[in-house]
């Protein structure tokens, strides 16, 4: 089994980096949106155990959760974009790129530019709703039992719309720059 494993290809994999402030700005949000997951699973083991076991159940764990999602997508999205995860067609940008690959550079800097505008505006629109929710006191849960505000969820949707925006922004300027590169180097 040991012999199947190619430590020069790891290696080379492993190879560092260069300094890239963007994708650690991104990466640090997707950690965050990460170590929630995991405190997430503990809160509804912890209500599953109580409820089940100890006729105890956690007051809210359902809000909590149906809100955790959306900011941990959220908190996730830019450094998904950026390592280019996100689901695309690639069959087709691979397709037209091994047949005419100046229409697949273009098809794939205008897939850049409209995801960019699509998270520009996730963020743009989330923008006023959350304002309105911190000035209006909203709140999810049930008043006088559990209450959260909902405006820091608001905020990461407009985080998170600013992330990606700005993900796919830099994988088009990067696309651009590729292009203008000499084919020797």
Known sequence: MADDIDVA????????????????LLDALAAIGTVWTFGLMLLICADVIGRSFLSMPITGVSEIAAHSIVGIVFLQIGATIYSRRMTRADFLIDGVLHRTPAVGRAVEALFLLIGAAVMAFVAWAAWPGMWTSLASREFFGVQGLFTVPTWPFRGLIILGGVAGALAYIMLFVAEIGARRKPAGG
């Open 9 to 24: 290809a790891l290696e080379r994999e492993a190879a560092r980096q260069p300094f890239d402030p963007v994708r650690m």
